[in-house]
């Protein structure tokens, strides 16, 4: 069974640019989250979908992140404009729809990386 | 949310039993215990998750006391392989129709030494 895939494994763009990365969750897999860990900090929540619908947004830090999740398959986190305090490591994870069992472990990905200069 | 205590670092030598606890005083009555292994330069992975008493898989065993008010981690003779950093994450912040927001702190780094 393929894990989660996230792109690009690490992405270096300078302030003001614009960067989108991409999640494929576990194929039936219809939880899909987002966290970060920006440097020095610990691994926070960003948000998280069910299907194609926004659940909570609760950790998006402001309105230059957008997610989407169209289809509900793979997930977009793009960030416009970049900041520095941007940098950090982006995780997505992906769980069985709730009431499967196990909606509640999730399965991460190896995180994208991401570097503004 | 239940905030968690862990030692931040342990070193082992290859072939030890290795017992990571983990103190969370304010765990509420539905909250579960899960423990997530990281290794470097990819996202944490699940190991193990109870309510009470004793839980073992083929990887790790999870012992929790009767009041639930810490937890402990025993991986049995580690390796090398089992360096890496583990996460004790209680009380999944739990939101309507179902969102586990999982919180992590800092972790304990294990280090196993040949």
């Known amino acids: 069974e393929a894990g989660v895939t996230q792109f690009p494994s690490h992405s270096v763009i300078e302030k003001g640019q614009t960067v989108t990365l991409r999640c494929d969750p576990i194929?039936?897999?219809?939880?899909l989250y987002w966290y970060r860990r920006v440097m020095g900090k610990e691994i926070k929540f960003l948000l998280h979908?069910?299907?194609?619908?926004?659940?909570?947004e609760s950790g998006m830090p402001n309105n230059r992140f957008l997610a989407e999740r169209t289809g509900g398959t793979y997930s977009t986190l793009k960030v416009q404009p970049a900041e520095l305090e941007d940098s950090g490591v982006y995780f997505c994870?992906?769980?069985?729809?709730?009431?499967?069992?196990?909606?509640?472990?999730?399965?991460f990905g190896a995180g994208s990386r991401l570097t503004v200069l | 949310l239940a905030k968690t205590t862990q030692p931040i670092s342990m070193d082992s030598y290859e072939g030890q039993e290795v017992n990571i606890t983990c103190s969370h005083n304010?765990?509420?009555?539905?909250?579960?215990i899960t423990w997530y292994q990281q290794f470097p330069s990819q996202g944490p992975r699940f190991i193990i998750q109870?309510?009470?008493t004793k839980v073992t898989n083929e990887v790790a065993s999870l012992f929790i006391p009767a009041d639930r008010k810490s937890s402990t981690l025993s991986l049995p003779r580690v390796s090398l392989s089992d360096t890496a950093v583990y996460y004790c994450?209680?009380?999944?912040?739990?939101?309507?129709?179902?969102?586990?927001?999982?919180?992590f702190g800092k972790g304990t780094k294990l280090s196993v030494i040949p």
């Open positions: 994870a992906s769980s069985p729809p709730s009431g499967s069992g196990g909606a509640n472990v999730l399965t």
């Open positions: 194929s039936g897999h219809d939880n």
């Open positions: 979908f069910v299907k194609e619908s926004k659940q909570d």
């Open positions: 304010n765990i509420a009555t539905n909250d579960y």
């Open positions: 109870g309510y009470k």
């Open positions: 994450l209680v009380g999944d912040k739990y939101s309507g129709a179902g969102s586990y927001q999982l919180t």
